[in-house]
């Protein structure tokens, strides 16, 4: 799915800005709202969660339905004989979609673009745009909601007919099964955009060979692939692709809709050294000219991943990931698309000497990937399946949409060279045995072929693991590459790291026998930044950083162990309760981004890890 972009041939208009709002039913909201002017509106700002934009009204509570509302004026001149499209580049978590009062559509997922044609549906002059959004989560939603039970770490006192009483009389809520608030709203940018009425429809670029072991200024042969898709009445035969390079000077050409292109001197995208091309295509007009013809402009990168002799090679040569997981989370915007902040994410991430981080747990703004292209930092791409267990790997609606929302991500996210792999899902359940672990494998390896399939690059695939029986575990060590989470140290033999760092090799020689590489995506420690101690107790500064230093130091024992991406980048916030204060705080980072002890220890012993061959 292309991204919206305003060049010769077309027209993008941001809808961004201060909507009107009403919260509504947690089953519905009134029919009349969606074509006339909401009553009694608050403001509300887009891109932006709604939870934290007004203290008059508990946002942070609701449970069901709001209502957007805006109108946009259009110069008829514009649009006149073009293709228009409304996209969202996402809603969360479900969205019904109204037009000057006519329902376009819905939408389920709240982490990937969707678009309507609204072609001859939107009309000169004022429109009125109603946008309603449900932010409920249940055991059929991506991310998982418990339903009837307490949320993830939810403390409870089952049984006692008191407590029971008041689970009774609670009012219906969110119980979400994952460790992150649920920001709900329209967290993401919402454009109009036209096209031609023959228009370019989607370009894939992949990497079919290269030089391997180029460095960064150094070139050689390479080989690409394009496939370019067409929408409307247009002709193949009328696509044009001229490849640019990083400064816009054209260095090959080709004609027709999909074909391999020779580059006899290219620059390779590496980590740390991102080098971006441009992929001019054009679709020549009906009349053979480019007068009412269409054009986009992909950037991509030259760069090859594969997994071999446990090792992941990006180039041809072993890659060790430093970095993170992170969240889309911050003060007042909640999880909404706030560039500035991820220019600043960015700029730590330099500053840590780090080199990737997993967009957990759930499928980032685009805008991010865009920034981790041109500034050399790879990702592992993950979708909204969290909180998973057994009874969903039975339930066969929630398979048919996390099909779809694999196949979404990856057909938004397939040409970003910053991409290194795709991640199913995080922390799915799946160590119980028997049964029971059989029908996680029975989900999850469709999946796993899935991703496969449909990613042009054919990028390896694995699935995030959490701390569980890795010997009734059937699923993990399929994957291509073995992620685990794991917290020795702190959710179990807790501040003892000696036990913790015999824990973990006890482990690590299991998963010797396996034959696949294995990375962390996550290992960490709670630390409320300012408390300390000689001798570093949990939740002090010293004691994470002795929790890295102690973990670290075995993991570096072990050849085919590939990567340390810890947990978590920043503090972020969570749901209330006994087990977190005003959220999470494993960050090394503080929420409003300041230095824990730990990054100070980490910044220095990432600088003296190469991006390859560390463990060659
Ligand atoms: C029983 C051990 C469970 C460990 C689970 C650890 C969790 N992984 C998923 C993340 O979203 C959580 O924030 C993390 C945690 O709680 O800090």
Redesign the pocket.
Same mark, same amino acid.
């Given at each position: 799915m292309l991204y919206p972009q305003t060049n010769d041939a077309r027209l993008v208009f941001s809808l961004d800005g201060v909507w009107d709002f009403r919260t509504a039913g947690e089953t519905d909201y009134p029919s009349e709202w969606t074509g006339a002017a909401l009553p009694e509106p608050i403001p509300m700002a887009v891109p932006g969660s709604y939870n934290d934009q007004n203290d008059i009204t508990d946002l942070y509570g609701v449970y069901g339905w709001v209502v957007y509302q805006r109108t946009f004026d259009l110069p008829g001149r514009v649009i006149a004989g073009q293709r228009v499209v409304l996209r969202f580049d996402a809603a969360t978590h479900a969205a019904d979609v109204y037009l000057n009062g006519e329902k376009l559509g819905s939408h389920k997922g709240g982490f990937l673009p969707f678009e309507f044609d609204v072609t001859g549906k939107v009309k000169p002059g004022e429109n009125l745009l109603t946008v309603a959004i449900d932010n409920r989560i249940n055991q059929s939603t991506l991310p998982i909601g418990n339903e009837g039970n307490v949320a /993830? /770490?939810g403390s409870d006192n089952a049984g006692i007919p008191s407590v029971e009483a008041g689970k009774r009389y609670a009012k219906p809520q969110n119980r979400p099964n /994952? @460790? /992150?608030f649920n920001f709900a709203g329209l967290n993401r940018h919402v454009e109009l955009y036209t096209t031609p009425l023959a228009y370019i429809a989607d370009v894939a670029v992949t990497t079919k060979s290269v030089t391997e072991g180029l460095g960064e200024g150094e070139t050689g042969p390479a080989t690409i692939g394009y496939d370019v898709t067409l929408g409307g009445d247009a002709d193949p035969a009328a696509v044009k692709v001229e490849i640019q390079d990083a400064f816009g000077n054209p260095v090959a050409q080709a004609t027709g809709a999909k074909g391999e292109i020779d580059l006899p001197a290219a620059h390779l995208w590496n980590p740390g050294a991102a080098y971006l091309y441009t992929a001019h295509v054009t679709l020549a007009g009906a009349d053979g000219s480019a007068a009412d013809g269409d054009q986009y402009d992909q950037t991509f990168g030259i760069r090859t991943v594969e997994v071999k002799d446990r090792k992941f090679l990006i180039n041809g040569k072993p890659f060790y990931f430093k970095g993170f !997981?992170k969240h889309e989370d911050s003060y007042f915007h909640g999880r909404g698309t706030d560039q500035l902040l991820n220019v600043k994410d960015v700029s730590l991430i330099h500053w840590l000497n780090a080199n990737s981080f997993r967009t957990?747990?759930y499928p980032y703004a685009e805008n991010m990937y865009d920034l981790c292209d041109r500034e050399g930092i790879v990702i592992i791409d993950e979708t909204p399946a969290?909180g998973m267990s057994w009874p969903q790997y039975t339930n066969k609606p929630l398979f048919e949409h996390h099909q779809q929302v694999i196949r979404d991500m990856i057909a938004r996210d397939k040409n970003h060279p910053s991409v290194v792999m795709w991640s199913l899902a995080?922390?799915p359940w799946y160590d119980q045995g028997g049964e029971k672990s059989e029908s996680a494998l029975k989900y999850f390896t469709p999946l796993y072929e899935l991703a496969h399939e449909v990613d042009p690059q054919n990028r390896p695939v694995t699935i995030v693991c959490?701390?569980n029986d890795y010997t009734k575990d059937l699923v993990t060590r399929t994957m291509d590459v073995v992620c685990i &989470?794991r917290?020795y140290g702190w959710? #179990?033999l807790s501040g003892d790291l000696d036990a913790a760092c015999y824990a973990l090799n006890v482990e690590l020689d299991w998963w010797e026998k396996i034959g696949k590489p294995v990375m962390f995506t996550?290992y !960490?420690a @709670?630390t409320m930044e300012g408390v300390h101690g000689t001798h570093g107790k949990m939740w002090s500064e010293e004691y994470q950083r002795d929790y890295y230093a102690r973990i670290n130091a075995e993991i570096d024992k072990r050849p085919w162990f590939i990567g340390e991406q810890l947990? &978590?980048f920043a503090d972020f916030v969570?749901i209330q309760g006994t087990m977190r204060v005003e959220g #999470?705080r494993?960050g090394i980072l503080t929420r409003d981004r300041q230095p824990k002890l730990a990054a100070h220890f980490l910044r220095d012993r990432w600088s003296a890890i190469p991006n390859f061959g560390y463990k060659a």
């Open positions: /993830f /770490f /994952f @460790d /992150f !997981g957990s747990h969290v995080n922390e959490c701390q &989470n917290y959710y #179990n996550e !960490g @709670d947990w &978590n969570t #999470n494993k």
